[in-house]
């Protein structure tokens, strides 16, 4: 189907010099002082693999107009998205893209499968089909983790009875659809089987999938955006497809698996169980033992605040809800001024993507060697004064390290519990997304400070400065 | 058509370059996991190539044209999006001293 044509061997060269710059983009991102040459050497691998391939023949005078009215449209949306969105939306913009990503890949293997379907090779057409499966269900999957990130549709799993054996059954229809496609690849039953199923088996992938594993589960579509962009560099036999979708497959892969040890849940658990679908019907204010859990006041904070050596600070995504990072760092800039150490600590699934805390923090300005890691900084909570939790649950729960009941247990968390006081800010008294209760609440040690994230902190600052007056 | 031995080669580029990717994402600190999400997800826009194939071939069916051309403008709002927005993110990562 692709004929070597004259240039096509010279385009090769461009090719090779694209993929060498995309490993080097990777390579460079690994340390924050050289990751922004690496994202200007992904920029230009990306330009040279466009214009070799505009360059490279095959392209008609009316082909030519096609491509850049629809990369004028595409740059046109995609430019106000990256410059405009706040980077509290992120990991829905991240979401929206892996879907945009799947869908590309999805319509170049039907169109390439309407042209060619008589000349294909039997290879060829099981790479297309692993190319569509790949690509559809990462379209609506990533579609519906959007619509849960943004909250359009609950962010609560929905589990019904009989999900699993519903969704899995979806994908071996796909499956079983893309093997007969690849024997038999004029069968248009197969091909719209294969396409309806996938496109069905991605909603089902997210739907049962609760807010807090919302890493994982971004960090997984990832990897089936990159691996059906890898697979159709092996319809197309273009082998820069190839190299840089086999590098997006397995950052994803890699993400989604850091997410899930940070979690202490397999792949199958995350995917399956349905997470923080039950409420807990005894929850509310009371515990136990009858004991009563009271809000304290902003007063009471500042109190325990002052004349401090050490506190430390932990974000969760309620800080990123209530855009509360530029009051949190207000805040640690007024507990510095009086001369107490403010750590940042960050656990590797706070917030809804990897890393979401750290980017947050450095919009608002906090230094990124403030920002500590969860085995760095948990050696530490036991010299603090005060640890103030601001949006962050499920995290501190110490139930992950003692009760085998929990649905967190084993997980690894902040040692939160061994400060000497914890400051606990909170809406409300719902539980986490986990949906389990958190038994930091009941401990002497707690204080309970109830109101919005954002709220608390601008009163807690506006505290300080009375006070200094 | 390919021949098998196409076929392998681009099993080998496959094997190895996943080898290759595993071994620089785990070199990426956590700090820089949501920029490198944003970088790995301009690079598999790197499906621009295969949707600028397809829609440059002169072609009959017009359908084909235009799932190119979604295909093209979908890649193309990945590509500039996942870059810009990295830039962005990086931009802001700042040291105590700086």
């Known amino acids: 189907?692709?004929?070597?044509?004259?240039?096509?061997?010279?385009?090769?060269?461009?090719?090779?010099?694209?993929?060498?710059?995309?490993?080097?983009?990777?390579?460079?991102?690994?340390?924050?002082?050289?990751?922004?040459?690496?994202?200007?050497?992904?920029?230009?691998?990306?330009?040279?693999?466009?214009?070799?391939?505009?360059?490279?023949?095959?392209?008609?005078?009316?082909?030519?107009?096609?491509?850049?009215?629809?990369?004028?449209?595409?740059?046109?949306?995609?430019?106000?998205?990256a410059i405009v969105m706040p980077m509290t939306a992120v990991p829905q913009r991240t979401a929206l893209s892996h879907a945009f990503g799947g869908l590309a890949a999805a319509l170049v293997g039907v169109a390439e499968y309407l042209e060619n379907?008589?000349?294909?090779?039997?290879?060829?057409?099981?790479?297309?089909?692993?190319?569509?499966?790949?690509?559809?269900?990462?379209?609506?999957?990533?579609?519906?983790?959007?619509?849960?990130?943004?909250?359009?549709?609950?962010?609560?799993?929905?589990?019904y009875p009989g999900r699993n054996i519903v969704s899995l059954g979806t994908l071996v229809i796909a499956v079983l659809s893309g093997v007969y496609l690849t024997i038999d690849p004029s069968s248009t039953l197969a091909f719209g089987t294969l396409i309806a199923t996938?496109?069905?088996?991605?909603?089902?992938?997210?739907?049962?999938?609760?807010?807090?594993?919302?890493?994982?589960?971004?960090?997984?579509?990832?990897?089936?955006a990159g691996l059906s962009a890898s697979a159709m560099g092996f319809v197309m036999n273009n082998k820069l497809l190839i190299i840089a979708g086999a590098l997006d497959g397995t950052s994803g892969l890699i993400l989604s698996i850091l997410m899930c040890k940070a979690m202490n849940r397999s792949f199958a658990n995350v995917l399956f169980a349905g997470v923080g679908a039950v409420q807990p019907s005894k929850g509310g204010a009371k515990a136990p033992g009858g004991k009563t859990i009271v809000g304290y006041s902003i007063e009471d904070a500042k109190a325990v605040l002052e004349d401090t050596r050490l506190v430390i600070i932990v974000p969760g995504y309620g800080m990123a809800v209530a855009q509360a990072q530029h009051a949190v760092k207000e805040l640690a800039n007024v507990l510095a001024a009086q001369g107490t150490d403010v750590k940042f600590a960050i656990h590797p699934v706070a917030g809804r993507m990897p890393g979401h805390m750290n980017v947050l923090l450095s919009e608002a300005d906090v230094p990124y060697d403030q920002?500590?890691?969860?085995?760095?900084?948990?050696?530490?909570?036991?010299?603090?004064?005060?640890?103030?939790?601001?949006?962050?649950?499920?995290?501190?729960?110490?139930?992950?390290?003692?009760?085998?009941?929990?649905?967190?247990?084993?997980?690894?968390?902040?040692?939160?519990?061994?400060?000497?006081?914890?400051?606990?800010?909170?809406?409300?008294?719902?539980?986490?997304?986990?949906?389990?209760?958190?038994?930091?609440?009941?401990?002497?040690?707690?204080?309970?400070?109830?109101?919005?994230?954002?709220?608390?902190?601008?009163?807690?600052?506006?505290?300080?400065?009375?006070?200094?007056? | 058509m390919h021949e098998p031995s196409g076929l392998i080669e681009n099993l080998f580029v496959f094997v190895l370059a996943?080898?290759?990717?595993?071994?620089?994402?785990?070199?990426?600190?956590?700090?820089?996991?949501?920029?490198?999400?944003?970088?790995?997800n301009a690079i598999a826009s790197i499906a621009i190539v295969g949707s600028l194939l397809i829609t440059g071939r002169p072609h009959e069916d017009p359908v084909i044209t235009a799932l190119g051309v979604v295909a093209i403008a979908c890649s193309a709002i990945n590509a500039v999006g996942g870059f810009l927005i990295t830039e962005r993110i990086l931009k802001m990562f700042k040291k105590r001293s700086d």
């Open chain 2, 18 to 40: 996943s080898f290759l990717g595993l071994e620089l994402i785990r070199g990426v600190s956590r700090l820089l996991h949501t920029p490198l999400m944003s970088l790995t």
């Open chain 1, 198 to 224: 996938s496109l069905a088996f991605g909603v089902f992938l997210i739907i049962p999938i609760g807010g807090a594993d919302m890493p994982t589960v971004i960090a997984i579509l990832n990897a089936y």
């Open chain 1, 117 to 159: 379907r008589e000349h294909l090779s039997t290879f060829t057409v099981g790479a297309l089909s692993a190319e569509m499966l790949l690509g559809f269900l990462t379209f609506t999957g990533s579609l519906f983790a959007f619509g849960k990130l943004q909250e359009i549709i609950s962010t609560r799993p929905v589990v």
């Open chain 1, 1 to 81: 189907m692709h004929e070597p044509s004259a240039m096509s061997s010279a385009v090769q060269y461009v090719y090779l010099a694209s993929a060498a710059l995309f490993i080097l983009s990777l390579k460079w991102m690994g340390q924050v002082k050289t990751a922004r040459r690496g994202n200007w050497a992904g920029a230009s691998a990306m330009v040279l693999a466009v214009v070799g391939t505009l360059i490279g023949g095959g392209i008609s005078g009316q082909g030519y107009l096609w491509i850049a009215g629809a990369m004028v449209v595409g740059a046109a949306i995609g430019t106000p998205m």
């Open chain 1, 371 to 469: 920002l500590w890691e969860m085995e760095r900084v948990n050696s530490s909570f036991p010299e603090a004064d005060v640890a103030i939790v601001v949006g962050a649950n499920d995290v501190t729960n110490p139930a992950a390290r003692t009760n085998k009941e929990s649905p967190l247990y084993g997980m690894p968390i902040l040692d939160v519990d061994k400060a000497r006081t914890v400051i606990f800010i909170k809406r409300s008294m719902n539980p986490g997304f986990a949906g389990v209760d958190n038994e930091l609440f009941l401990l002497d040690k707690t204080m309970m400070v109830f109101g919005d994230a954002k709220k608390v902190m601008t009163d807690l600052i506006a505290a300080f400065k009375e006070g200094a007056h």
